[in-house]
C-alpha cells in the first residue's frame, strides 16, 4: 500500500470523527451541553498547568491559548465562551485549576486577571470567526488567533499587569510594563497561535 493511500485512509477516518463529533454535539441536551462546557473548562485547567515561570515578570508562558481557542471553535461561539467563562468565575470561587492549581478571588485578581478576562473575549471572538467554514483554512485561522491573541488577551492583560503592580505600591513605567506582559509573549504566542491554527482549522471544517 503506497504513502498516498494511506495518507487518503487517514485523512477520510480523521474527517469522519470530525463529522461525527459535531453531529453528536448538535444533538446533546441543555444538560449535556453545559456537562461538555464543564469538561471543557476542566482542560483549560489541565493545559494550565503546564507553564513555564519567567525570572523577569509574574506571568508564565502557558499553553492555555491553544486550549481556549480549541474550545472557542469545537463548542461554538456562545459555548465556547461559556466554558471559559466557567473556567474563570469556577476559579475564583476557589477550584484550583488556574497556573500552580490556585483558585480563589485573590488568585483570579493577581497579575494575571487581565489575561484571564482576555481569555472570555477570544473565545467569543474566534467562535464567531471560525463560524464560516471557509475561514478555517490555517492560514486565515493563523492570522486570526494571533490577533485576538495579541490585541484580546496580551493587550487586557499588560494593562492589567499595570495596574497592578500600582495597586501593589511598586508602580513602573508603561515600556517596563510592555517588557513584562507583553513583548516576551508575542513570538511564542505566534508559534502558539501556528500550531493551533492546524487544530482549530481542522475542527472548524465541517
Given at each position: 500500500?503506497?504513502?498516498?493511500?494511506?495518507?487518503?485512509?487517514?485523512?477520510?477516518?480523521?474527517?469522519?470523527?470530525?463529522?461525527?463529533?459535531?453531529?453528536?454535539?448538535?444533538?446533546l441536551s441543555l444538560s449535556g451541553r453545559i456537562g461538555l462546557a464543564v469538561a471543557t473548562a476542566a482542560s483549560i485547567g489541565l493545559c494550565a498547568q503546564i507553564a513555564?515561570?519567567?525570572?523577569?515578570?509574574?506571568?508564565?508562558?502557558?499553553?492555555q491559548n491553544l486550549a481556549v481557542a480549541c474550545a472557542a471553535v469545537a463548542l461554538g461561539r456562545g459555548w465556547g465562551a461559556l466554558a471559559v467563562i466557567m473556567y474563570v468565575g469556577l476559579a475564583a470561587l476557589g477550584m484550583p485549576w488556574l497556573v500552580g492549581a490556585r483558585g480563589g478571588f485573590?488568585?483570579?485578581?493577581?497579575?494575571?486577571?487581565?489575561?484571564?478576562f482576555g481569555y472570555m473575549l477570544m473565545a467569543g471572538a474566534l467562535g464567531r470567526f471560525a463560524q464560516n467554514p471557509a475561514r478555517c483554512r490555517w492560514?486565515?485561522?493563523?492570522?486570526?488567533?494571533?490577533?485576538?491573541?495579541?490585541?484580546l488577551v496580551l493587550l487586557p492583560g499588560t494593562l492589567w499587569l499595570w495596574l497592578w503592580f500600582t495597586a501593589?505600591?511598586?508602580?513602573?513605567?508603561?515600556?517596563?510594563?510592555?517588557?513584562?506582559?507583553?513583548?516576551?509573549?508575542?513570538?511564542?504566542?505566534?508559534?502558539?497561535?501556528?500550531?493551533?491554527s492546524v487544530i482549530a482549522g481542522w475542527l472548524g471544517r465541517r
Open positions: 500500500m503506497s504513502m498516498a493511500t494511506l495518507w487518503q485512509g487517514w485523512v477520510e477516518t480523521a474527517s469522519h470523527q470530525r463529522f461525527s463529533f459535531y453531529a453528536w454535539r448538535d444533538r513555564i515561570p519567567l525570572p523577569f515578570t509574574p506571568v508564565p508562558l502557558t499553553l485573590l488568585a483570579v485578581a493577581g497579575p494575571t486577571g487581565g489575561y484571564l492560514l486565515p485561522m493563523w492570522a486570526a488567533l494571533f490577533t485576538a491573541d495579541a490585541l501593589a505600591g511598586h508602580p513602573i513605567t508603561l515600556p517596563d510594563t510592555l517588557i513584562k506582559g507583553f513583548f516576551p509573549f508575542l513570538a511564542g504566542d505566534l508559534l502558539k497561535s501556528g500550531l493551533t
